[in-house]
């Protein structure tokens, strides 16, 4: 046995181990994407940390329809079985989908090159969540289309949440609509192209306002930001 190929090889494999980690760290969502969806469960580390726990995984290709919007919310209804939460990822691809509601618990995860693309004539959000809590929106990609009236992720009522390191294009209204009460939740960096509304509107309830708690941050890379931000 060749005693010195074999030190040599596990030092290489403890470098690319170490190398990993650290990736792991700095880029959670892209990682996570690539790696985690060989797994039936997957940890997932964010800067938001009260979201951070381990997962059931519920990977979208596992699912058939007759749209891509009918397996994507099949796997959005299956996440509310899991008793720990889910994260519920969306592989690489583009698809035709909106109008999906969401849920609690619920971390929805694109990777590189995962695209959801506005269906012509469907002017509602991409992803709604309503009355939820303990969720968050990751590493995606939004084509809107520019059709007239489209939205993109839109929340009511939420609480502990994260939109975070997605790309919102030709979006006709609002790429993120946080309204009536939203509490403890962090929109950060996002890159926002040709949207035609605010990018980000938060709005809270007439009269009270009610929203608490939040961080908007915008990445460095954004570009053709509009410099309105609403609240």
């Known amino acids: 046995m060749n005693w010195g190929r074999v030190v040599a090889t ?3 494999l403890w470098v690319m181990a170490l190398v990993t980690c650290v990736i792991m760290t700095l880029y959670p969502h892209t990682i996570l994407a690539e ?4 797994a039936e469960r997957v940890s997932i580390i964010l800067t938001r940390h009260s979201l951070q726990k381990t997962y059931t995984l519920i990977n979208v290709s596992d699912y058939t329809g007759e749209t891509d919007s009918e397996r994507i919310q099949k796997a959005l209804n299956d996440s509310t079985l899991a008793p720990d939460g889910a ?5 690489e691809g583009t698809w035709e989908a909106c109008n999906l509601t969401a849920f609690s618990n619920t971390i929805i995860l694109g990777t590189k090159g995962t695209v959801l693309k506005r269906p012509q004539n469907m002017t509602l959000p991409f992803i709604m969540f309503e009355d939820q809590a303990h969720f968050a929106v990751l590493n995606m990609t939004f084509d809107g289309q520019n059709v007239p009236d489209g939205e993109g992720v839109q929340i ?11 790309l919102f294009s030709d979006i006709s209204q609002h790429a993120v609509h946080i309204v009536d009460q939203g509490q403890d939740f962090s929109v950060e960096d996002n890159v926002f192209l040709r949207t035609n509304g605010a990018p980000i509107l938060i709005f809270g309830i007439t009269g009270s306002r009610e ?17 309105h931000l609403k609240r």
Do not use: C, M, W
């Not at 009511?156 to 997605?166: C, H, K, P, R």
């Open 35 to 38: 790696y985690g969806a060989r």
């Open 156 to 166: 009511i009522n939420g609480t502990d949440f994260q939109v975070a390191g997605n």
């Open 87 to 91: 994260v519920v990822f969306i592989p």
């Open 211 to 227: 929203v608490t708690g939040f961080l908007v941050e915008i990445g460095k890379h954004t570009s053709e930001l509009q410099s």
């Open 10 to 12: 596990r030092r290489l």
